[in-house]
């Protein structure tokens, strides 16, 4: 995997992302990815529909656990809207946690087994072998509207500029 050019840190510490930068205006790439029930999930299972996608590190850590939380609450709000939310967490943790916290609008999705996700979005880190945090939103036909590739990997993302996107597509 190639490097990005995309620059973010742990605890004020440099990382280094792997993969193809997904940019504003690119057609979203599939991807494959393992759901619940360890079946394949794929991007275009969603087609026609707006689709955030909520990359973390691990839903073990309370920023991760919050950011699921909101985009599960602020999903409920919106029509025709899917949040895929994805991590190298199994999908065993995924919905350990998901039952715990009881978010059942969100779609948790594992990049444990491939890194099909990561790697054709960025947000590999090399260190960890993990994602990055941030947000992807994908438009109805297919385009990246909106991504964030969060700079320190402790803080959450900025919820309201996807979604404030999100409502005007």
Known sequence: ??????????AGN?????GNEIKVGDKAPDFIAVGTGLTSVKLSDYAGKTVIIAAYPSVDTSVCAAQNRRFNAEVNQLRDVVVLSVSC??????????????????????????????????FVI?????LARGTVVIDKSGIVRYVEYV???????????????????
């Open 126 to 130: 090399k260190e960890l072998r993990l």
């Open 14 to 18: 440099p990382l280094t992302l792997l």
């Open 151 to 169: 700079s320190e990997v402790t803080n959450e993302p900025d919820y309201d500029a996807a979604l404030i996107l999100v409502k005007d597509l």
């Open 1 to 10: 995997m190639k490097e990005s050019s995309v620059k973010i840190t742990f």
């Open 89 to 122: 967490d199994l999908p065993f943790a995924q919905s350990r946690f998901c039952a715990a916290e009881g978010l059942d609008n969100i779609v948790t999705i594992s990049d444990h087994k491939d890194l099909d996700f990561g790697e054709k979005y960025g």
